[in-house]
């Protein structure tokens, strides 16, 4: 399609702010049970992450990188295309990367592997 003015008036056709209405109208309960279940497990995360900072003796002024490990892993974690040796790999990357950034990997690995369940990966 070469003609922008043509190009111009299609989309006005196609996206009006009536049926854009229309749309989150009709999916707006799964949005927002979908956001409550993601915020409630980001919560959770994040509380489970603080406890093995505890118990490691991390200093809080750390807290705010660790944790910011943890919601990268919770990222990762909720992909549905990322698993098995893959995922461990994706998830060393991160333990490796907030390493280098001068946090301790014996507690990155703890996160790891308390909190998310994810082994080292395999050699």
Same mark, same amino acid.
């Given at each position: 399609? /070469?003609?922008?003015?043509?190009?111009?008036?299609?989309?006005?056709?196609?996206?009006?702010?009536?049926?854009?209405? &229309?749309?989150?109208?009709?999916? %707006?309960?799964?949005?927002?049970?979908?956001?409550?279940?993601? &915020?409630?497990?980001?919560?959770?995360?994040? =509380?489970?992450?603080?406890?093995? !900072?505890?118990?490691?003796?991390?200093?809080?002024?750390? %807290?705010?990188? %660790?944790?910011? %490990? #943890?919601?990268?892993?919770?990222? *990762?974690?909720?992909?549905?295309?990322?698993? #098995? /040796? =893959?995922?461990? *790999?994706?998830?060393?990357? !991160?333990?490796?990367?907030? &390493? /280098?950034? #001068?946090?301790?990997?014996?507690?990155?690995?703890?996160?790891?592997? #308390?909190?998310?369940?994810?082994?080292?990966? &395999?050699?």
């Amino acid at each position: 399609m /070469n003609d922008p003015t043509r190009r111009i008036a299609r989309w006005r056709a196609k996206f009006t702010p009536e049926k854009q209405m &229309a749309t989150v109208a009709e999916i %707006y309960d799964d949005m927002v049970r979908r956001y409550e279940e993601a &915020a409630v497990a980001l919560c959770t995360m994040e =509380s489970r992450v603080k406890q093995v !900072l505890d118990i490691a003796g991390v200093h809080t002024s750390l %807290y705010v990188a %660790y944790l910011d %490990y #943890g919601r990268q892993l919770f990222r *990762l974690s909720r992909k549905l295309d990322v698993s #098995g /040796n =893959s995922f461990a *790999l994706a998830a060393q990357v !991160l333990l490796e990367k907030w &390493a /280098n950034r #001068g946090l301790d990997p014996a507690v990155l690995a703890q996160i790891r592997s #308390g909190v998310f369940s994810i082994s080292p990966p &395999a050699p």
